[in-house]
């Protein structure tokens, strides 16, 4: 008989949540609030009411009334894998460190060396893991630090919030101490005789990491601090603001206050420079009334520098509008090549005799037609090891692989 609330293997575990990812997600983007209703979930099922019988017996999801909830075992991997978890899961730090000092402890007085090497990786282990929870809070810290400010509404419940993650930012701070102390006074014993190159390694990784952590949570306390200052201003200002609200439509602000006299004493933009405003001139202004007429002949005489007929080019010609073919003469590689491989000739010479170019060759463009065929046409070609000098020239005899020499 199957157990309920266990799936048999690792696999039928990963293929019941890839059949039902659809729902899953869904349910995932709805996590905070109430209104994932039973139908709904039925419907995004793959086998409606049967799939959402298996899942509530393996304890994937439970079923509140007429709404569907994700259970929290599921609900917290997802978030911490995702990274998107509000908890600032500060208790499994202190489960890490208990495990260490009982895997420290078992290390100690075991005798077995097969069980001493066992407690050693498991020590190692906690060791990393212990390392990691601890970066792993501080980002979720400053994740929720954030988000706290920016995104609750309400300045009392924004204040007590940031204060409780102020609490969980110092126990944070006890722990990296506590761990500190595991490595360089609580456990000294352990960490001279069981030290080798790979825990060597992962105490300076791990005293790396908790350096950062603890850094990292200096600054979160200057930014709670700066926070918490800010909504005590923007608590006093709210305050004010609604005392004054209150005497406006009492009707008794001026009789009560000297608002009056504290605006007319401040002045405070009277160093500000004076306003200069521009307005556009609309189009049928422009065209249909006088002064718009005015305006235009003013702008055609010259007023306006970038109208006026000195910035204007002048008129193309009618020669100018007629089109016109320029020749450019060129010489035709392929053309070249194909006659140097009908001759028996060596490259270089046949280049420099060639009859049938189309322009008057000098030199240099001669050695540049030479070196365009031997590179381009290489695997046609078959380099000899003797080599000729023209004037300043050194080259060497190619010759087309079909030749015989």
Known sequence: MEKIGHFNSLDELIRALDRERTLLKDMFAKRKTLSFRY???RELAVRKEES???LRNHGVIRVNGDFVELEEV????????????EEINVASV????????SAIEFYLIETSPSRKQKYLGDAKKFLTNMAMSILRSVID????????????PTLAVKKKKLEKLDEKRRDIAVFIHECEKIIDEKQPSFFQVAMDVQLRDIVVDVKYKLHEAYHNLIELDRQIINYLNQIEYQGRLVQKIQKL????????????????GMLVARNPVWLEPRPRYQFKVSLSMLKNSDMGLALLRGIA?????RLSRGNLAEPLAAQDLCQKAEEIPMVDVSEVKAAFFASSDHLFHFVLNYANYRKPMDDEELLVLFCQI???YLDELQVSDKYQVYGKFEYPLIYPKHALH
């Open 141 to 152: 810290l400053k994740r929720n630090i954030d988000s706290t400010y920016k995104n609750e």
């Open 52 to 54: 959402l019988d298996f």
């Open 39 to 41: 139908e709904l979930a």
């Open 245 to 260: 609200k209150y005497l406006r439509d009492q009707l008794v602000l001026e009789s009560h206050t000297d608002v009056l």
């Open 94 to 101: 202190k489960q890490h460190i208990d495990n260490l000092n």
């Open 301 to 305: 005489k010259g007023r306006g520098q």
């Open 74 to 85: 599921y609900l917290r991997f997802f978030e911490e894998v995702l990274e998107v978890n």
């Open 374 to 376: 031997a590179t381009q």
